[in-house]
């Protein structure tokens, strides 16, 4: 199947995760995805291939050698985010772009414009794949799992090409923070994987930020506004000053690169209380240490002015820093490097302002940088994927597992 034939199949079933969600997964529909995928694995000769109750998706080719012992792994989760409608995706082919504005929705003046958007100036002549500016795209991260299946249909296809054994897995609500919460490594057996689950497909990724979520609730007095004076406490108003506490130029549009931010991601609230929901991150574990501290200063400085018990406030770590453990297995990065030389790609390392399964899984015992798909803007209506580093992606992972 062709490989942009196989990413739109696959961006039709809409799998948005749900933080608010108790089930497991989190949307039913990712687990039409993984049976969609179990059966293609199937004709492609993983004959193992299934989908277990947490909607894992595992499977396994054999190859040159022992899973176990010289086996390689390839990761890609089936959800797409929340923060924009992943449903009903109509996605456009631009061909041979050429660094012209492209209008998503023209009557809305939704429009791709490299003024705003340098990296399209990157993908010039390269054929990409847009929205129509009402939805987000999913190339985050079913361009990921399209690469790999491309990769096992080529070993299908042509069987008398030597190839290591390959491990599989495909993941649900990553973008939630529960990829690997029930990940079973001895059901994926190999010692070693590749998350491919990023943008350009000339970056190698193993260093993310150290996160953390910040839960606080404000308790308020709600008075007759009649009969105020000297008794209420607006909580929303507190929250506001709380919030006005932590350095603005932590926020994340004052950041970029290895700069850490804090996100306020949620504000619910009535003059007897009001909740607010942050992110918390960071590259260096000093300095997202130090970012926790704010908020418990914050909570003290609340406290002291209008009563203790005024804030209640909840910080819990998510994932960590992978690279410390990524250091120690440096020849997966050097092959990375090597194989993309091989492609006439220009070889670079970027830090994640972000998390991947893969870091979670490397905490686990499984080293798991991340590998890029070609696609950019994830999250909204501008993400675009350019099918030519798509391609390239199914070839990198080609070049890591075949055997000359």
Known sequence: MDITARFLNYIAIDTTSYEKSTSIPSNPNELMLGEMLVKELKSLGLSDARLDDKGIVYAHLDGEGKMEEDGLGFIAHLDTSSDMKGAKIKARLIKNYQDEVIFLDKEEKIKLDPLNFPNLLKVKGDDLLVTDGTTLLGADDKAGIAAIMDMLEYYHDNPAIKHRPIAIAFTPDEEIGRGVDHFDLDKFKAKKAYTVDGGAVDTIEYENFNAAEAKVVVHGSSIHPGDAKGKMINSQLVAMEYNSLLPYVKRPEYTEGYEGFNHLLEIRGTCEETSLTYIIRNHDLHKFNEQKKEFISA?????????????????????????????????????VKEKMALLGLDAKESPIRGGTDGAMLTYKGLPCPNLGAGGFNFHGKFEYLSINQLKKASELLKLLTKID
Do not use: W
């Not at 909570?299 to 209640?312: C, N, R, S």
């Not at 406030?313 to 440096?330: A, G």
């Open 299 to 335: 909570k003290e400085f609340i406290d002291q002015k209008y009563g203790q018990g005024t804030i209640d406030l909840e910080i819990s770590d998510t994932y960590y820093n992978m690279k410390e453990l990524i250091l120690r297995h440096p020849e997966m990065i050097k092959e």
